[in-house]
């Protein structure tokens, strides 16, 4: 596993390479200093766990890692603070953490943090395993497309239909983009709109009550969706069919 570590304080990444030595873990180890030095060297490398401090100079763990979640948002950033902020927490979430560390960071702490990393890179290989024979490549995306088919009505994620087809949710994303040539969010929208446009043949239904049969609570957001797909609002498009 690659493992990028960034922090201004050479006393904390000397720290985590001795835990890794330690325990003798299978992590490669890269380094950087700040934001800007991360943003260069995870576009490079494609590392699968990155320890961010928070604060460095030129560049913060923040933005560095807003920016490098664009790349690879398979990576899994763990932030590191000596500050218990809440704000800089709920930052953390928004961008996608996979975990928020106090230091100094206990050793048993540490230990743990690096396993779990690890063992998420072993799914991630099994997952990609499991994609060799045509006929599972085929069975995993009809099994994907019947279970949206059965539950786009619902509130449905991808995590859902990942775990349905027993990928892990990065990968299976980046396969269902492969073999539909849309991704997951693309694919959901495409057949809702599609019963939507049936069921707007039927005059008794209000187009709020179409919206809810088909998934979405709000019928302003259904409103901007369908008119980013089919370039025209609902009811100008009810009003089209209904005169022919």
């Known amino acids: 596993m690659k493992l990028l570590i960034v922090d ?5 990444k000397e720290y985590i390479k001795f835990v890794i030595s330690q325990e003798k873990l299978d992590i490669e180890v890269f380094e950087a200093s700040n934001g800007e030095e991360a943003i260069e060297m995870a576009t490079k490398i494609k590392p699968q766990g990155i320890f961010m ?8 763990g923040l933005k560095g890692a807003e920016i490098i979640r664009k790349e690879l948002p398979q990576a899994k950033i763990i932030f ?3 500050y218990d902020n809440f704000d800089y927490v709920q930052k953390a979430l928004r961008l996608g953490a996979y975990d928020y560390l106090l230091k100094p960071i206990a050793p048993k702490d540490l230990k743990e943090m690096l396993k779990n990393l690890m063992d998420l890179g072993k799914e991630e290989e099994k997952s990609q ?9 085929d069975d995993v995306i009809l ?12 509130k449905i994620h991808l995590q859902d239909v990942a775990d349905e087809v027993n990928l892990s949710s990065a990968y299976f994303s980046k396969y269902f983009k492969k073999k539909t040539e849309m991704n997951f969010s693309h694919y959901l929208n495409k057949l809702r ?3 939507a446009k049936e069921l707007m043949k039927n005059p008794n239904l209000t187009l709020n009550e179409i919206a809810l049969e ?3 609570e709000d019928l302003s957001y259904f409103s901007i969706v369908f008119q980013r797909y089919e370039d025209t609002t609902p009811t100008s498009y009810r009003r089209q ?3 022919k």
């Open 214 to 216: 088909v998934g979405y």
């Open 80 to 82: 590191l603070s000596a």
């Open 129 to 137: 395993e499991k994609i060799v024979d045509p006929s599972y490549e």
């Open 193 to 195: 709109l599609s019963k």
């Open 143 to 154: 099994k994907a497309k019947a279970y949206i088919q059965e539950h786009y009505k619902n």
């Open 53 to 60: 401090d928070i604060k460095m100079p030129r560049v913060d």
């Open 241 to 243: 069919i209904m005169t």
């Open 8 to 12: 201004d304080e050479k006393i904390m």
